[in-house]
DNA sequence: GTTGATAATAAGGTCAGCCATAATATTATT
DNA sequence: AATAATATTATGGCTGACCTTATTATCAAC
């Protein structure tokens, strides 16, 4: 049933499609810069995902995940998560470093590690930045949130993910104690798109838009 | 004080000439062998490494390490065994499997990682297949002991490792009980070469030469 | 509709690690 | 010393995943 193993390059593609959109198709550029990629090596690859039944890509429309790519997407984020989990739970490693880690070790893990490793975790929902860890059957509950750049100005929302994932975004944001389950009141938006004033653990922080659009917040 | 990352394939490499010997040159032809390539393709990535300083190829005298080969492949062997025993002591993943999962994670771990993976095992002084974990430093005791094929008969030793990496073979000796800490008997050996007749755990079990090389008893 | 931005293709390279086949070189044995 | 086995080198190829620098399509906005 399951086929010749993917290489790590594949899973990044597939990750990154099921990161930057649920359903929709993503415009290859945008996948390009995610993957730190140009432009037309991600549409050679696109191309390459294509042939294989990955993906599927309508030009000038976006490249989206068939169901078969989606599946295997979901695994890569739960072997992903749960290594997120074991990172910072058991070994103790610092918050804004566990992504990076995990993003190796996710394309290293068998199957029966990450049944055994679910198992040892006691079955997380959740990962420590806050996102839905998928079933083994690939199904999971999507946050129900939106970017705490579209929060209103007076509002106090709840921060449920951290979706940044280089390192030194999380470092800032750790810094600035803008974690999943915080409180955080959102002071003023400067205008022209400028940034956010927020008040988060009694302190003001001023956050840029961009980075606020990496949390998710209800 | 630490370079560029290693691919996995020269980490590969460096194993495999830290298990086929301590010290002495090891046979090009053997190390392909041992890497499942044919012996031009080791020839040339021996001269990678060559290059790079981390192994020094005498034609026709064999492949060594170098001082700073010997310590990138004790490093691996490192996060190699500390991976079997978190899979095999925290996961319970079947001893014959632990080598060929862990042979996967060992290239995707960083320095933090196997640190704190220490840490949480305890420091374990040798993995479930007997062998010695290298500390940090790369130092660690060798086994003090010599392979089966090579002990008398009728006498009974202690198995202190099983150096066998393909995971049908470690299935196999599982099976017969052939494992680290058994006590075996040697009953008879063939001639020319043939099998030896083992008694283990009250059971006779014969037992090829070239598996016997693979266990390593007291 | 024309035009400017964006997206996609075409064309030609690089690099690591593999492969096979053929030619040499060395070592070991007789 | 001749010879057979083994090791090494020389060539030439391949694949995946990148790159740069054009060129060409398409879409969206005026
Ligand atoms: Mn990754
Ligand atoms: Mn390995
Ligand atoms: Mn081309
Ligand atoms: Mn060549």
Redesign the interface.
């Given at each position: 049933m399951n086929e010749k193993p993917l290489s790590e390059s594949t899973e990044m593609y597939l990750k990154a499609l099921a990161e930057l959109s649920a359903r929709e198709p993503v415009a290859v550029a945008r996948l390009a810069e995610r993957l730190g990629v140009t432009p037309v090596s991600a549409n050679e690859m696109v191309h390459r995902l294509d042939e294989q039944g990955l993906v599927s890509h309508k030009p000038y429309k976006g490249v989206a995940l068939t169901k078969k790519g989606r599946e295997i997407a979901s695994d890569v984020l739960r072997r992903q998560r749960l290594w997120e989990c074991f990172?910072f739970d058991?070994?103790?490693?610092e918050w804004a470093?566990i992504y990076?880690?995990a993003c190796?070790?996710e394309?290293?893990?068998?199957p029966?590690?990450t049944e055994?490793?679910a198992?040892?975790l006691n079955h997380p929902k959740t990962c420590p930045r806050g996102n839905p860890i998928p079933e083994q059957d690939g199904s999971f509950e999507p946050l129900n949130g939106a970017p705490l750049s579209e929060a209103e100005v007076g509002s106090v929302v709840t921060a449920l993910a951290v979706n940044a994932t280089a390192t030194d975004v999380l470092k800032y944001l750790q810094e600035r104690n803008i974690l999943p389950g915080r409180e955080i009141e959102i002071v003023e938006a400067a205008p022209m798109r400028g940034p956010l004033t927020l008040r988060v653990e009694g302190k003001e922080v001023v956050l840029g838009l961009s980075l606020a659009e990496f949390v998710i917040v209800k």
């Open positions: 990172l058991h070994l103790n490693i470093q990076e880690f190796s070790l394309h290293a893990t068998a029966e590690v055994a490793l198992v040892f």
